[in-house]
């Protein structure tokens, strides 16, 4: 059988010789699909897996179904469908005929999808075009899909379009115990596993690398700018004091209306919106911060605020069961938990952390053991024994 590897234009798969393992046989070619090239929490696990799979002797070709972000690092083996989101039927239906025609031409003895459009298009497509069984990487809250898209994943992973379905918290099992029994006996809890990003530079370093103010209280987060993520009611802390500052990592939608509230509350030399940051550079941008806010609306892991308390970054979350789940090492709090949409209350636990040392000491602390628990190694292996069972 061949195996494929991709001309970066457009994706054209040309032929090379199968991946082979240390006993001389060929290893599994493993699909990794998802919606788009952006740098946020599913590509970020996706590359993770993608590398773990690879060092582990697999063949890994990635697909995105269009690029979203100009800032993209995208891993080796990587094929687009549509060089940016469709605008129209044609381009959707342009998109899903190169969607088919990769799958075909790779052949791939297993497809892992992920994110929701990721799995009902990369699923749906996969079984029109290939016999590769499909391990569906459900990153998504029910919460966060359209009627019609969850109306289309509970059919699918009820019906078998799923071979596996898997999920990072147990929170998000329960979220998922009402659907229909078909559909939860393919269900699968694999943590997400993280790279650590620890601090290697100064405070004083860090934010003269990104051209942030050097003698002020800086508040931060990194995640895309969605509606969903709240980030204005972090924008809305910067009226409390004039010395808060507020650094914010990412791309997305909610921009203009981010730099509106920023307009209307006289704050804008007070927030600095620094664009999407590749993971390369994420533990630069967190050793600039002294509080890491993240007051998002629905999360299923919440990889970002995993990773500032790692970092050992005082931070103050959403109270959400996921993320008092995944916050947490052996019954302690990596993380203060608020009701953040309460001003007061997630003001006051911002000021609490800047003027605590002792707490800020405890959760860094409580935090050492995140990495333990959320090993890229053992994550990798759960998906080697997955693959095993599939193909």
């Not at 009226?239 to 791309?251: K, N, V």
Request: charged letters at 25%; one cysteine or more; proline letters at 7%.
């Amino acid at each position: 059988m061949l195996h494929y590897q991709p001309n970066k234009d457009l994706g054209e798969p040309t032929a090379t010789a199968p991946a082979r393992s240390n006993h001389g046989g060929p290893k599994p070619h493993v699909l990794l699909a998802q919606t788009q090239a952006e740098n946020a929490g599913a590509q970020e696990i996706s590359r993770l897996l993608g590398a773990g799979l690879t060092a582990r002797g697999y063949r890994v070709t990635n697909l995105f179904f269009f690029r979203k972000s100009d800032s993209f690092d995208e891993p080796p083996d990587t094929l687009y469908c549509a060089p940016s989101r469709p605008g129209n039927p044609v381009a959707l239906l342009r998109m899903l005929w190169t969607l088919g025609r990769h799958i075909r031409t790779i052949r791939p003895d297993a497809v892992l999808t992920f994110q929701h459009f990721g799995n009902v298009i990369g699923a749906g497509m996969t079984r029109l075009v290939s016999r590769a069984p499909v391990v569906a990487n459900q990153v998504s809250s029910a919460l966060a899909m359209s009627r019609p898209v969850r109306t289309a994943d509970i059919a699918m992973g009820s019906l078998g379009f799923f071979d596996r379905i898997t999920l990072n918290s147990k929170d998000m099992e329960r979220e998922y115990s009402r659907y229909p029994a078909a559909y939860r006996a393919r269900m699968v809890h694999v943590p997400h596993g993280f790279d650590d990003k620890a601090l290697t530079l100064s405070k004083d370093a860090a934010r003269q690398t990104f051209n942030l103010p050097r003698d002020r209280v800086l508040l931060g987060c990194a995640a895309r700018l969605h509606p969903h993520k709240r980030l204005d009611l972090a924008i809305r802390l910067l009226p409390d004091e004039p010395s808060w500052h507020l650094a914010l990592a990412g791309q997305g939608a909610d921009e203009a209306r981010l730099k509106l509230l920023a307009d209307e509350l006289k704050v804008p030399d007070r927030l600095h919106l620094l664009g999407e940051i590749p993971p390369s550079r994420m533990a630069d941008f967190l050793a600039c911060l002294d509080v890491f806010v993240f007051p998002t609306q629905a999360e299923t892991f919440g990889l970002a605020a995993v990773e500032a308390a790692n970092a050992g970054v005082p931070s103050v979350v959403t109270d959400l069961p996921v993320l008092r789940e995944v916050l947490s090492c052996e019954g302690k709090p990596t993380a203060l938990f608020v009701d953040a949409s309460e001003h007061a209350k997630l003001s006051a636990a911002v000021s609490l952390l800047l003027t605590d040392q002792d707490l800020r000491e405890a959760l860094r602390q409580n935090a050492k053991g995140l990495r333990l628990r959320y090993s890229v190694d053992a994550m990798v292996e759960e998906y080697v024994r997955i693959l095993d069972e599939v193909i």
